[in-house]
């Protein structure tokens, strides 16, 4: 798998299924992605599973990988030009069906630009989001990172199966990877929690999506805790690594 194919995947599983979360979250998302009429659009790429992304009229967002009639299709013939469509750059898209709902394809743009600014940059009035954000993006990122890199199932035994758990007092809800299944997702796991990593405020949540966090110092103040199977957790933040630097800019 090339590198544009490795970041189309994480882009189609990590980035833009955090749309559905976050228009819960941000009413700004939700306006942006509010219309007269329920829209659906799915986008599919070469040699790549299909993203649905489904816009009700209040600006809800839901998806999957399943298209349904009537959703406006876009194909794309290789990674590079999906990537290019992502990064609002012009790119060749082929029509696939859906065109009556041609019109409503301002709200997936508006939307995208929305996310863009909620993961991109760091304004006070929306920093716990963009932390809460940014650390969804990246457990899922880490989950396809290990189904689709070259390295990913040798790294996926090493890590073993288990949940973990990521939570502070200012994010709207835990997150959580159950490594056993590779899903990832918000509030209470099904799954039992093998290790749980709290950040007991927003600056040591920073420090830690920076790279920057002096563990045992913060672990010697309490603004962080972690309980359970620590090696988990030591080794899951290095995959997190490898897929975050596959999406920075």
Known sequence: MTGDTLKA?????AVLPALAELSAQDASLRSAAAGSRPFAITLAVRGHSRRRLAFATDGAITTSTTPQPGDLSLWFPSAGQFLRTVS?????????GGWTQLTQLRRFSTAGARLDTLL???ADAHLALHAWGSLLVALAAAASWLRHHPDGPATHARLGTGTVVFECPVLPAPLWLDLA???SGTGTPASPVTVRIAFGDLATLMAELDNQLDAPAALGLGTLRITGYLPLAENLSLVMLKAGNLLRP
């Open 181 to 183: 299944t590779l899903n």
């Open 88 to 96: 609002n750059r012009s790119a060749l898209a082929l029509p696939g």
């Open 120 to 122: 991109q940059t760091r």
């Open 9 to 13: 995947a994480l882009y189609l599983e």
